[in-house]
């Protein structure tokens, strides 16, 4: 005992100091084609965006425009082990091999800004390119007004933006017979390359009007090559820093330039939804816009905005950082504590040791206790149950004329074994409470029962049998293992009552739910079942929650009946019993299923009280229920029992039956009521006439609503409203 309380305190400090996020950790590798300002910007919008997500890793790398390079990279990233890869590829064919064989090993792989030639990915997330090369060929071709020369330098050779701006730039200017389109130069995305191409370039690139640069950076070396004042030049990125885009547009370096998002957030956000198994859409096409000298200032205000909520958040999460340090030293603290914890908690088991024998041996006698109260249980019910069957119809054939009209010898044998079995059965009861532990109060308890059973013999004999009409006889269910008890229970019960029988709790629980009976008599010690088990199950079923409950036994002791009552019995005879008796507790349970009627009878149940009976609570839910139904469905005069029924996942013959029990009322009853209480509403409070509110209530015609309303209230709805 001792070892294991020791492991686990162990155990407990390894948990306490192994505590992390339960959450799964997640690595994500990005493979950039190139490192220049437009990637230093998505990447910290990566990681911005991975500070509301404390399970992501990011692992970035560049290739520096080396195709060669990026393969080595994605290759490598595959190899450390990461779940998920987000590649901007530097050219279309080269670098494809490598993300198809990321791919076919089972890694999501979201593309971005750049497309592969292999469909071999999860995801893509791009602005339109060809759009904005479209977009810049028409606003060049309106502000030359159709005419001019205009010259574009392409950035990298086989980069899918390169060849869709292109592509979209020339569709533009074929609309405008006027432009002369020059020459398309190669660049590579750099200031420098776009200077040595037009220093390159054998042609004629006097008089040039507009230059367009497939990003800023070449627009701006274009500018620097050309050395001229009247050129205008535009160019894609608008990036909002010293040297982007949109502070050349608002000084007038450059005459336009078309924002390219980065959106890393949004890359990151598409990244973690496909990780966690959450919607999201194959192909994302990202929002731009066109930066003029109109709009470059806002935009600028708007950038700088930006910025400073960006730098509260980086304050913000470097705030965290320090709580968490805290957070750590004091985890240090606490787990110091619970040490000492641990010492006082062995201490604590050393003195449970020194007293374990001794509760060691209570748990013995305990035992042995339990196992002697088990049976002499047995023993009481293997006794009672035949004493039973010879008192019982003793008493019985003590009222009959044969024995009252008989002789004077045989009555007075008759009376002697009468006496001795009286004396037999008392004497069996104190011999088997005293075995078993009875206290005095237990046993004393069941002399005053005895007493009042001859009380209540006398007093309730002649009011015995149920208070019923003919044409309505209660139905009974008897269960119980032993078959003379049953003969013996038939015997008494069925001058009085229609009556079902069931060999043991289960058979009757079927039975109960399919035959619905007004009241059960049970055995408790029987087999597959127990009564207190099919008590249990009677009182919480939906169907036969109503139906009263009597527990007849061979476990007389006060907490044997504390048992029955907890399962839900509402009667506990204990054996061997006396016929007057058990027909008069019959007679009162089903009385009070008749005064529950009466408190229906006004079709208007209550709202179940928090004091109201647990039983007449369930049964007022019942009511409420069918009402509601019935009051939402009133006007469809097709509405049947049947469909009641349905609603309530009863059949038409539960549902007749549980209804009849607790009201009174048939449901067609009930339903006929509810839509005439209805129409006398309407007929008070509204201006409908009484042909609508017949129809609105459910009746076929107006003629049988008169009818059945006259017959319900002795007079025709038109006397109401006068």
């Known amino acids: 005992m001792w070892r294991n309380i020791s492991l686990i305190a162990i155990l407990f400090i390894t948990l306490l100091t192994a505590c992390t996020t339960s959450s799964k950790q997640y690595k994500i590798g990005i493979s950039q084609c190139s490192e220049d300002i437009w990637r230093e910007k998505q990447n910290a919008e990566l990681r911005m965006g991975a500070y509301f997500h404390e399970n992501v890793e990011l ?104 060849i869709e701006r292109h592509n979209g730039f020339a569709e533009a200017l074929d609309n405008h017979p006027g432009i002369e389109f020059v020459a398309t130069l190669q660049g590579d995305w750099t200031e420098e390359s776009a200077v040595k191409a037009i220093q390159d370039y054998q042609g004629d690139l006097s008089h040039i009007d507009f230059v367009f640069g497939q990003n800023d950076r070449m627009a701006m070396g274009a500018r620097k090559a050309l050395k001229s004042s009247t050129t205008r030049y535009c160019g894609i990125d608008g990036l909002p820093g010293q040297n982007g885009g949109i ?176 004396n037999l059965s008392k004497l069996v009861n104190k011999i088997l409470d005293v075995q078993i532990g009875a206290s005095i109060p237990d046993i004393q308890q069941q002399e005053e029962d005895e007493m009042m059973v001859t009380q209540i013999t006398e007093g309730q004999e002649k009011d015995a049998t149920p208070a019923v009409s003919e044409a309505e006889v209660p139905t009974l269910l008897i269960v119980d293992d032993n078959a003379d008890i049953r003969t013996y229970l038939r015997t ?23 035959q619905v009976p007004d009241l059960i008599v049970s ?32 476990r007389a002791l006060n907490k044997h009946q504390i048992e029955g009552y907890e399962s839900g019995a509402d009667a506990y005879i204990t054996k061997p019993f006396q016929a007057d008796l058990l027909l008069a507790r019959i007679s009162n349970l089903l009385k009070s299923r008749i005064q529950l009627r009466n408190l229906w009878s006004s079709n208007e149940p209550k709202e179940p009280k928090a004091e109201e009976p647990k039983a007449e609570v369930k049964e007022n839910a019942f009511i409420l229920r069918f009402k509601a139904i019935v009051e939402e469905k009133m006007a469809d005069s097709n509405l049947s029992v049947e469909d009641i029924g349905a609603e309530m996942n009863l059949s038409r013959v539960q549902l007749y039956r549980k209804v009849k029990a607790l009201t009174g009322c048939s449901p067609v009853d009930l339903l006929r009521k509810a839509r005439l209480s209805e129409a006398q509403r309407l007929l008070v409070e509204s201006d409908l006439s009484v042909s609508e509110i017949a129809y609105k209530v459910g009746f076929t015609s107006p003629s049988y609503f008169t009818k059945c309303f006259k017959e319900e209230y002795g007079k025709v709805p038109g006397d109401v409203r006068k």
């Open 523 to 554: 055995d408790v010690m029987m087999p597959v079942m127990n009564g207190l088990e099919f008590c249990q199950h009677i009182k919480t079923d939906y169907v036969t929650s109503h139906i009263p409950v009597i527990l007849l036994t061979a």
């Open 492 to 514: 008494i019960l069925q001058p009085h009552y229609h009556l079902l029988e069931a060999a043991d709790g289960q058979e009757g629980l079927g039975m109960a739910r399919e």
């Open 59 to 162: 692992r970035f790398a560049a290739a520096y425009d080396s195709d060669e390079r990026q393969v080595q990279q994605i290759d490598s990233l595959v190899e450390t082990g990461i779940d998920l890869l987000i590649v901007a590829p530097n050219q279309m064919a080269t670098i494809t091999p490598a993300i198809d064989r990321a791919f076919d090993k089972g890694i999501p792989v979201i593309v971005f800004e750049r497309k592969t030639s292999s469909q071999k990915y999860t995801a893509f997330m791009s602005a339109d390119n060809y759009e904005m090369g479209r977009m810049m060929g028409e606003y060049i071709a309106g502000r030359l007004h159709g005419k001019g020369r205009v010259l574009e330098i392409m950035g990298l050779k086989g980069s899918s933006p390169a």
């Open 247 to 422: 502070r050349l547009v608002r000084d007038s370096i450059l005459d336009a330039t078309y924002i390219y998002p980065t959106h890393g957030d949004q890359l990151l956000q598409m990244a973690v939804d496909i990780l966690e198994g959450n919607p999201y859409e194959k192909e994302v096409r990202l929002m731009s816009a066109l930066v003029t000298k109109e709009n470059a200032n806002v935009l600028l205000m708007q950038n700088e905005e930006i910025v400073k909520q960006s730098g509260y958040l980086d304050q913000l999460h470097s705030r965290s950082d320090h709580y968490l340090q805290q957070l750590d030293t004091q985890r240090i603290i606490t787990l110091m504590a619970i040490a000492l914890i641990a010492l006082l908690l062995i201490v604590a088991v050393i003195i449970y040791r020194y007293n374990i024998q001794r509760l060691r041996l209570h748990e013995e006698r305990t035992k042995m206790e339990l196992e002697k109260l088990d049976f002499y249980t047995q023993a009481a019910h293997e006794l009672r149950t035949p004493l039973t069957l010879i008192e019982g119809p003793l008493n019985q054939l003590a009222k009959t004329t044969a024995i009252r009209q008989s002789d004077e010898k045989t009555t007075e044998l008759f009376s002697i074994v009468r006496r001795n079995t009286t």
